[in-house]
């Protein structure tokens, strides 16, 4: 999960008992509700009350549903008037861990799995350098996430009327200035810094202005080394293909130091029943189903870097359509996991969202190859 930052005396998150009932977080979802518009993309959360967490925290679970939940008690606690304007900093900035889709935890995954790898002393391949530079490399990517969802939690606030006095104000609480290297978490400087950025680009845009999601995370893609009728659904549909499809090949091939290319590929058997079993047992012909109440195509594509064809991670995505719904899925061998889901409709889907999810997972996928097989 995405959290805010590390309170001292926080409830473990295993223990959590959320309140959930719209009843009981009127006031919440009235005031995250009101700053995830001004993003200009389409969010909807599950909005959940917590007790003694001394936090708020983004998450979403493997069918997509995002939520935000927080301790009320906690909140209150930072503000320093009416105004509310630290707490309203704090939804912001689980918003934009949202938006920048850190509650996918790709960064955690690849952690999990390299950890396995380099850290286990069972492990043929067990060595305390590689595990100490992993541990290392999975806190800058958390210091970078808390500073991404800062910059976008900067944007928003200033769209919403707070000065930068009055976000700042919210950091001084919750961070300090420190060595950070050790941490998940960046000092106060970085924190304010990011969040100052956001703020300004904000201002620099105006008020109603579309930005796009690279835009407000403030990074580039690098490596390191209702019904429609069939006509104006076929177009939506194939819209929302060639975003999968192609955008994410498009931005990582931005960067002229990588120059990637795309083949199919086949995966086992496992994968295969996971996609029947989601199917409901129907088996696809042609990794495709289209017909009145259910379109689901599947999309098996690996990227592969030109100068160094060893460098390859492929992802088995699928597309599924029914009832209205759009659902992006990743089948894996673990399990499967909802990336995207929206209502199918144009104003619902953001593309921007898709194109920085996809392209994330392959960057991450590629860079942790590049590591692995540069590494040896």
Not at 42 to 64: R, W
Not at 127 to 132: R, Y
Not at 226 to 231: A, F, L, W
Not at 354 to 365: A, Q
């Amino acid at each position: 999960m995405a959290v805010l930052g590390k309170m001292p005396g926080a409830q473990e998150f295993d223990e959590i008992r959320e309140n959930c009932d719209p009843s009981a977080n009127k006031i919440a979802i009235r005031q995250i509700d009101s700053l995830a518009k001004l993003t200009g993309f389409p969010l909807k959360f599950k909005i959940c009350k917590a007790e003694k967490i001394q936090n708020a925290y983004a998450a979403m679970d493997t069918l997509g549903n995002r939520s935000i939940v927080y301790d009320d008690d906690f909140l209150k606690s930072l503000d320093s008037d009416s105004l509310r304007w630290e707490s309203l900093t704090t939804l912001a900035h689980e918003i934009g861990h949202h938006l920048a889709a850190h509650t996918l935890y790709i960064i955690d995954e690849n952690y999990l799995a390299e950890r396995a790898f380099f850290c286990d002393t069972r492990s043929a391949n067990y060595d305390l350098k590689k595990c100490k530079d992993t541990h290392a490399a999975y806190l800058r990517g958390r210091r970078e996430e808390e500073l991404e969802a800062d910059r976008i939690a900067g944007f928003i606030m200033f769209r919403y009327g707070a000065t930068i006095d009055q976000i700042s104000n919210l950091y001084s609480i919750i961070a300090w200035n420190k060595d950070d290297s050790h941490d998940d978490h960046p000092s106060l400087q970085k924190r304010i810094g990011a969040a100052t950025a956001g703020y300004q680009l904000g201002a620099q845009k105006g008020p109603g202005t579309k930005v796009s999601i690279e835009e407000l995370r403030g990074t580039k893609y690098d490596f390191v080394v209702q019904r429609m009728d069939v006509i104006e659904r076929n177009r939506l549909r194939d819209k929302v293909k060639k975003t999968i499809y192609f955008t994410p090949l498009q931005k990582i091939s931005e960067n002229p130091k990588f120059r990637c290319a795309t083949s199919g590929f086949g995966f086992g058997e496992r994968i295969h029943q996971r996609i029947t079993n989601y199917l409901g047992g129907e088996e696809i012909a042609h990794n495709n189903i289209n017909n009145d109440s259910v379109y689901f195509d599947l999309h098996t594509e690996e990227y592969y870097l030109q100068d160094d064809r060893r460098v390859k991670f492929g992802l088995v995505i699928g597309i599924y359509i029914k009832n209205d719904t759009l659902k992006i899925i990743h089948f894996k061998e673990e399990g499967i996991k909802v990336i995207y889901k929206s209502y199918f409709s144009e104003n619902e889907i953001s593309f921007d969202e898709i194109t920085m999810i996809l392209t994330d997972m392959y960057r991450n996928g590629l860079q942790k190859e590049i590591n692995r097989i540069y590494n040896q």
